[in-house]
């Protein structure tokens, strides 16, 4: 059970030769999404050697173009090469507007299921689901209507207590399965071994937390209290917080002091203004808060 996220863009506003926009890949318990889609993002995908076609879900956080220009793009591409594959995209409510009128106004006819999943809920919901990882919305606040993303893994099977199982002559290999699905083990004689006895408790689901862009708000924190990595935007400094706030966007103090009410094991920020050069002041001025900082990179992965 691993979480492995890499980073393929992570400033604001327009792209530039050394700086993309925001988009990451994250592979949890074998499982392959792309979290928001800037302007650019399949070129790095091949920058980093990423599989295009291991991506099953794109989550949108919304409607600006620094978090999903590079949709139309890389769906394009997916049809070039022939995808077979469902590719299921979670937005905005105008998510699917937008892209079917390029692909009908383009005459581009892709040969793939392409399902939309529109969001409009103001309240953390629960958006998608299977036997290995879950994902909840992230209520943000932007001058659109926006979300994070909490990916969490769902709890894996107990573990076998060797030291106790083979106390029991009667268990076999062949009833190991049956055992880590937490099914007692029934003895011939019709006497029972109760599972807790014999298996210990499974190691808990890793939790991944994608704050984009917003406001400060501590509205968020019960939703992503404990994770084990949050990434949260730092858009600007404390020095220019009056912006910050005029423009709905956080500070890396700001994003520090989350991370620390929350409780999660590390943080990452990242979504720096064009206007600074020099970004360790973002890792200072969070780590003052929050001492395990990060600071995103184009290419970086974290691992947890």
Known sequence: MSISLTILGCHS???????????????????TFLIDCGEGTQVQLRKYKLSFSKIQCIFISHLHGDHYYG?????????????TQELHIYGPKGLKEVITLQLKLSKTWINFG????????????????DDKVTVHTIPLKHRVYTNGFLFKEKEGNRKLN???????????????????????????DGSIVKNDLITLAPSPGKSYAFCSDTLFTESIIPIIKNCDLLYHETTFLKE????ATTTMHSTAQQAGI???????????????????????????????????TELAKAGKEFKV
């Open 71 to 83: 949709l139309i793009g890389l769906i394009s591409t997916f049809m070039l090469h022939k995808r």
């Open 258 to 292: 989350i991370a620390k009410k929350a409780h999660v094991q590390q943080l990452i920020i990242g979504h720096f203004s064009a206007r600074y050069t020099d970004l360790n002041l973002f890792k200072q001025e969070a780590m003052a808060e929050f001492p395990a």
């Open 13 to 31: 506003a327009t792209p530039r030769v050394n700086a993309h926009p925001t988009s990451q890949f994250i592979s949890i318990n074998n499982r």
């Open 240 to 243: 220019m917080e009056t912006l």
């Open 114 to 129: 392409l399902y939309f999943h529109e969001l409009n809920s103001k309240s953390s919901e629960l958006i998608f689901e």
């Open 162 to 188: 060797m030291g106790k199982i083979i106390k029991h002559t009667e268990i076999d290999v062949c009833d190991y399965r049956n055992l880590q699905l937490g099914k007692d083990f029934k003895n011939s």
